[in-house]
């Protein structure tokens, strides 16, 4: 009971990263009384948070370890969007998301075409498709803007509920005790604390203190985001394709379109070094390219020419050894908080494990999911794997 939050008192939090998870949680701290500091090294939403997909899911996680995490964090994107408007601030929407298989070899075909032999492809997606089949629904997928939506998010949770925003780098964690007691940033700059939240995403393979207990590693996955000529040709659908190239491998690529206009398209992930600069991570260019191939092989409003490319990119998705998030109190150091290893589902997870985190760090349990799965404490009496 010592841990939790005394009537009449304010607990300082320091939460560790600016990418949507920190915000999330430094935005349901600040809403449940905390003051709190983030600290962000590079600028918010820089790094997968800003350059992901932004697809909701409210049951495809079902079966396995996330799924309370998963439905939890999807009913509370729609009460957020309510909450901050998200159709006109962020681009939440519904949608019908889609499998279609796309085969490179078969000839290309007058635009209609495709989509007059299969009623559920829409028109727009008039290259090789076939095989079509509704994989979720209006109920139960969505998708926002993640940068927009985590922007968003930490500008309210400044605006009217007080959270300072640092940019600086995390160099140490003190512990006096075996209990937080400040953060130390490399410029020297010390942020006392009574808790701390390390939401570092892919970085957190770098920081030693979460390093010597497990493994998050970074899975390198490239995008490009398409602005067709014309935007109101494309249909709110996204797509989840069998894509099988002219003599090489099946890829599975996801083509999102945005209510702004702009129409994400991500794919060719691979297992990579994770550098220490956000800002110095670039696109394989042969990725890029493939990406530009299937792009202009789904419809011809997103081939070249008909499209302007508005970014080529990439981005670490923070993986664990085990597929599971890492979130919960480090074992043996009272008062710091991990929250890591979200895979490709941070976006939609972030929400609810923010509110769930909130409630660890001032309740000292937390109600809207249960946590103790994604314990770090699981990973107590297993060797560290380092790559």
Known sequence: MDDQQQPGTTKRVVVCGGGIIGVCTAYFLAKKGAS???????????????????????????????????????????????????????????????????????PSSPSGSYSSIDSKIPSWVDGPARGSRTIGSTRTTAQVHPQLFTRTLLNTAVEKHGVEVVIGKLEQVRVEEG???????????????DSVVLALGPWSGKFEMLASMFRV??????????????????TAHALFLSYHQQGGKAMDPEVYPRPTGEVYLCGMSAEAEVPDDPEQIVGNPESIEMLKRVARNVSSHLAEGEAQVKAEQACFLPCTDDGVPVIGELPGIKGCFVASGH?????????????????????????????????????????????
């Open 36 to 106: 709190v500091t983030l600290v962000e090294k590079s600028s918010v939403a820089c790094a997968a948070s800003g350059k992901a997909g932004g697809f909701l899911a409210l049951d495809w996680c079902d079966g396995g370890p996330v799924e309370s995490l998963a439905r939890a964090s999807f009913n509370l994107h729609r009460s957020l969007s309510e909450e901050l408007n998200g159709p006109e601030t962020y681009g939440y929407r519904p949608l019908t998301t889609l499998s279609i298989s796309i085969t490179e070899s078969e």
């Open 179 to 193: 209990r937080v007691g400040s953060v130390v940033l490399e410029d020297g700059r010390v942020i006392e604390s």
């Open 217 to 234: 590693y970074g899975l390198k996955a490239h995008s490009i985001v398409l602005e067709p000529k014309e935007p109101g040709a494309i």
């Open 343 to 387: 895979s490709c589902w941070g976006i939609l997870n972030g929400p609810a494990t923010g509110a769930a985190v909130a409630e660890l760090v001032l309740d000292g349990r937390a109600s809207i999911v249960d946590l103790s799965r994604f314990s770090p404490a699981r990973f107590v009496g297993r060797r560290s794997i380092k790559v």
